[in-house]
C-alpha cells in the first residue's frame, strides 16, 4: 500500500491539516515536544529538576504521543467538530508545557492542579471530535470504531492527572491514579488509534474476511471495549480485572500476529520495519501487563511489582511500541 492509498482511506486530504510555513501544526508541536522532552530528562540527569519515571512517560504522551496522534485523524464533518478539531490541535502544546510544570510541582499544590487543568480542556475537546466522528460515521466501521475510541478514551487519562496532582488517590495508592493517567493516554489512545490505522490497512483488501479476519475482527473489538473493563476491574473487582487484563492482553497479541502478517508486509519498508517493531514490542509488554494482572489477583504470588512494571512494560510501550507505531503512520500519511 502506498502513501497515497493510506491517505486516502480516511479522506484525509492535505487541505484538512493546520499548517504553518508549509508544515503541519501536529508535527512542529510533536517535534518541539520532543525537544522539551529531552531537556527534561537532560535536567534530570543533572540534578537540576527531576519528574519521575512515571511523570516522564505521561510528559512524553502529552507532548509528543497526542500531538502526532491527532495529525493522523481528519476532521468530522461538522462545524463543530472542525472547531475542536482545530482548538485542540493550537491548544495541546501549552497545555502540554503546563503538564510539565504541574509534574514538577509538589502533589496536592493548588497551582499544580490549575496547571494541569488547560489539558483536561484539551482532551475533553479531543473527545468532542470522537464524538462528532460516532454521530457521522457510527458503527458501522471496525478501524473507524477503533480510531474514535481512542478519542473518547483519553479524557479519563486527563481526569486521572488532575485527581492526582490534586492529591485526590480516592481509595487508591497514588501510584495507581498517576499510573491510570499513563494507561489512559498509552493504552487508551496510542494503541486504539493506532490499531485503528492498522486495521485501515488489514482492510483494505477484504483483511478481515476468513476465519483469520474474523478472529482480527474480534481481537479489536475486545481490545477497544476491554480498555474501559480493566478500569472497572481494578475499581470493583479482582477477579474481574484479571479476566479482563487476560482477555485484553490475548486480543493486542493476536491483533498484532495479524498485522505482522497482513499489514507489514503491504507497507513502504521504513514504515512497515516500524510498525513490525511496535508488532514485536507488544508480545512482550503484554506477557507483563498479564502477569501484574495475576500478582494483583494473587498478592501471594506475585510474579511482577510496580516497580518491574514501570521499568520495562511502560519503557516497551513508550519507546517499543507508541513511539514507533505512531512514526510509521506519520510516514505513510504524506
Same mark, same amino acid.
Given at each position: 500500500m502506498s502513501a497515497a492509498e493510506y491517505g486516502r482511506r480516511d479522506g484525509a486530504i492535505a487541505s484538512q491539516r493546520l499548517r504553518v510555513g508549509g508544515y503541519r501544526v501536529t508535527d512542529l508541536t510533536a517535534g518541539a515536544g520532543a525537544l522539551v522532552w529531552l531537556a527534561t530528562v537532560l535536567l534530570g540527569v543533572t540534578g537540576s529538576a527531576a519528574l519521575s519515571a512515571v511523570d516522564r512517560f505521561v510528559a512524553l504522551a502529552v507532548l509528543m504521543?497526542?500531538?502526532?496522534?491527532?495529525?493522523? /485523524?481528519?476532521?468530522?464533518?461538522?462545524?463543530?467538530?472542525?472547531? %475542536?478539531?482545530?482548538?485542540?490541535?493550537?491548544?495541546?502544546?501549552p497545555a502540554a508545557l503546563a503538564v510539565v510544570a504541574a509534574l514538577a510541582l509538589p502533589v496536592g499544590s493548588p497551582v499544580s492542579v490549575l496547571l494541569a487543568l488547560p489539558w483536561l480542556a484539551v482532551t475533553g475537546t479531543i473527545a468532542v471530535v470522537g464524538l462528532s466522528r460516532l454521530r457521522e460515521r457510527g458503527l458501522d466501521s471496525l478501524p473507524e470504531l477503533s480510531v474514535t475510541a481512542a478519542l473518547l478514551y483519553v479524557p479519563v487519562g486527563a481526569v486521572a492527572l488532575v485527581l492526582h496532582r490534586a492529591g485526590l488517590f480516592l481509595r487508591f495508592e497514588p501510584i495507581i491514579v498517576l499510573l491510570t493517567a499513563v494507561h489512559y493516554h498509552y493504552a487508551g489512545f496510542v494503541l486504539p488509534l493506532t490499531a485503528g490505522l492498522t486495521a485501515r490497512v488489514v482492510d483494505a483488501d477484504g483483511g478481515f474476511e476468513g476465519p483469520v479476519g474474523r478472529l482480527a475482527a474480534a481481537a479489536l473489538l475486545v481490545l477497544v471495549g476491554n480498555i474501559a473493563l480493566i478500569a472497572v476491574g481494578i475499581t470493583f473487582s479482582p477477579l474481574l480485572e484479571v479476566v479482563a487484563v487476560a482477555l485484553f492482553t490475548v486480543a493486542v497479541a493476536v491483533f498484532a500476529a495479524v498485522a505482522l502478517r497482513?499489514? /507489514?508486509?503491504?507497507?513502504?519498508?521504513?514504515?512497515?520495519?516500524?510498525?513490525?517493531?511496535?508488532?514485536?514490542?507488544?508480545?512482550?509488554?503484554?506477557?507483563?501487563?498479564?502477569?501484574?494482572?495475576?500478582?494483583?489477583?494473587?498478592?501471594?504470588?506475585?510474579? /511482577?511489582?510496580?516497580g518491574t512494571m514501570v521499568r520495562w512494560h511502560g519503557a516497551l510501550n513508550?519507546?517499543?511500541? %507508541?513511539?514507533? %507505531?505512531?512514526?510509521?503512520?506519520?510516514l505513510l500519511d504524506d
Open positions: 504521543l497526542v500531538p502526532l496522534g491527532l495529525g493522523q /485523524v481528519s476532521s468530522p464533518d461538522s462545524r463543530l467538530g472542525v472547531l %475542536a478539531a482545530r482548538g485542540a490541535i493550537v491548544a495541546s502544546f497482513r499489514a /507489514v508486509p503491504r507497507l513502504p519498508r521504513v514504515p512497515a520495519t516500524l510498525l513490525a517493531v511496535a508488532c514485536c514490542t507488544l508480545f512482550a509488554s503484554m506477557a507483563l501487563a498479564l502477569a501484574y494482572g495475576y500478582s494483583a489477583f494473587r498478592p501471594s504470588d506475585a510474579l /511482577v511489582g510496580i513508550a519507546f517499543g511500541f %507508541a513511539v514507533p %507505531a505512531l512514526l510509521a503512520f506519520r
